[in-house]
């Protein structure tokens, strides 16, 4: 049995929207079950829409039985998670309604208070300033705040202004559920836990990195979202900066959340700014068409948004102006209704200096270390080895030195749950600063006002493909190609 944390009281406003059915009741359900979240804790949803407790309960169990993997939905469990679940009844802006949320949260003014905000970020300020009103912000209080917080650095900026008006940055938790991901904190782990990735890990040894981040989605449901925000917004300024900072980042002192934070936020300052000759050599923006993805035939993106010009797929030449990364590109993509589901960071050495098979007609890979994040998970590493017998020529081949980490989990914890548990616990390493939400939107919104004044032509890629061949030229310009072409 976990060790038990302190009972605490989670409001979860968009408790009715889908996140919050998809994957924040299911992490709240895993950690009542496994003991971290102590069962007298209460979850209580914030929506709009009237109704009971009973009808709240019912609608709740019936996403849980839709939304829980590995069938781990349970009639007894249920029951005692069941108890722990309250619904209000409030109009984001209407600062009356909120009395209901008072009434209940003030049964219990010791509580540690978690308000999950898994709404628009437009609502953010106006749901703190009610929160104050009614005197429902303690010391005990935080508040987590769904990504992308605002469109750009100037929205962003107003945003976190409104929020740090009633909490303290150290009670503010900006979630990236990337770095939620069990494979993603593995790449701190590899990195900085295994000596000889160290001296490897720079422009002296390493020819470029990739990193992708493949759907075969699409939009599922949520137009009016993506559409006002679109790849670059959604993926690439968070989640694929995320994992970049994890890959390039200097050691940090010590695990503290300043320390690795620290860290990160010196890799987005030294991102190279884009010129606009950059941007129309190093950018790619495209929308799916018609196609066939999962073997069904899907409709154009403007089938469901007529004459969009929102990106459903960003590709990119990223430069670090750094000492240790000094010519070494990072190529980063991202799409929906893509070929497969695919996320990966490869990590591309460079050549050895001099091949002795090369007179033999011996061509020789590059080793590369391939970071899998979904659907698999797993880290490999790729090396030239010597064809077994007695050939008089030496022949050699690529071969794949995996590592498995055995788990002997019957439920593998989802990146929620992990999130979810550390803000219970307290816990803001790996959660986004406000300097690092801010140097991210700085970088991007170079990319965004050029692609808006349409510097770069959109494209088009079929659904169920790779994305746009200019995706393809992006990085073959450099005498380069894409993993898994
Ligand atoms: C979300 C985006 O942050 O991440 C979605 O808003 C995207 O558009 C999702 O589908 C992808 O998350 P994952 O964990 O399935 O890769």
Not at 69 to 94: P, R, T
Not at 158 to 177: A, C, M, P, V
Not at 305 to 332: C, H, K, M
Request: hydrophobic residues 40%; aromatic residues 8%.
């Amino acid at each position: 049995m976990a060790d038990l944390q302190s009972v605490c009281d989670v409001v979860i406003f968009g408790g009715h929207g889908d996140l919050a059915f998809r994957k924040l009741m299911p992490a709240l359900y895993h950690l009542t079950d496994t003991g971290y979240l102590d069962s007298k804790s209460r979850i209580i949803t914030v929506t709009r829409v009237e109704m009971t407790g009973e009808e709240h309960r019912k609608l709740v169990k019936e996403k849980l039985k839709n939304f829980l993997k590995e069938n781990a939905f349970d009639e007894g469990k249920f029951k005692v998670f069941e108890k722990q679940l309250d619904v209000v009844i409030i109009e984001f802006n209407d600062n009356s309604s909120y009395e209901g949320l008072f009434k209940l949260l003030s049964q219990k003014p010791d509580r540690e208070r978690i308000n999950y905000l898994s709404t628009a970020s437009d609502f953010f300020s106006t749901i703190c300033s009610s929160l104050h009103k009614w005197n429902l912000i303690t010391p005990k209080s935080r508040v987590v705040l769904e990504k992308p917080i605002g469109r750009d650095l100037e929205s962003a900026r107003l945003i976190n202004k409104g929020i740090l008006q009633y909490f303290n940055e150290s009670q503010i938790y900006r979630i990236d559920h990337y770095l939620g991901k069990d494979t993603v904190q593995n790449i701190m782990a590899l990195r900085f836990s295994n000596r000889f990735f160290m001296p490897l890990w720079d422009a002296n040894n390493i020819d470029h990195v990739q990193i992708t981040v493949a759907e075969n989605v699409g939009v599922e449901g949520r137009w009016d979202y993506y559409d006002e925000y679109g790849a670059m917004r959604d993926m690439i300024q968070n989640h694929l900066m995320q994992l970049l900072c994890l890959v390039a980042m200097e050691a940090p002192c010590s695990l503290d959340a300043d320390s690795v934070r620290d860290e990160k936020v010196k890799v987005l300052r030294s991102l190279r700014k884009m010129t606009p000759r950059d941007i129309v050599q190093k950018t790619v923006r495209a929308q799916y068409t018609q196609g066939v993805s999962d073997g069904e035939t899907v409709p154009n993106y403007t089938d469901g948004v007529p004459n969009s010009t929102t990106e459903t797929f960003a590709a990119l030449r990223v430069d670090i102006d750094n000492w240790r990364w000094n010519g070494v590109p990072f190529y980063l993509r991202s799409g929906k209704r893509m070929h497969k589901r695919n996320s990966e960071i490869v990590i591309q050495f460079k050549a050895v200096p001099h091949s002795i098979f090369a007179n033999q007609g011996r061509c020789i890979s590059e080793n590369k270390l391939i970071i899998s994040l979904q659907p698999k998970e797993s880290i490999e590493l790729q090396l030239m080895n010597k064809v077994p017998g007695l050939s008089e020529e030496m022949r050699l081949q690529q071969v794949e030195l995996e590592l498995n980490t055995p788990m002997n989990m019957k439920h593998k914890p989802d990146a929620y749950e992990r999130l979810l548990l550390d803000v219970i616990r307290s816990n803001p390493t790996l959660f986004m600063r406000l300097d690092e939400v801010e140097a991210a939107w700085k970088w991007a919104d170079v990319i965004l006002e050029a692609w808006e004044e349409n510097v770069v032509s959109m494209k088009k890629y079929r659904s169920g493909t790779d994305g746009p061949t200019a995706s393809i030229q992006l990085i073959a310009r450099d005498g380069r190609s894409w993993h898994d072409e």
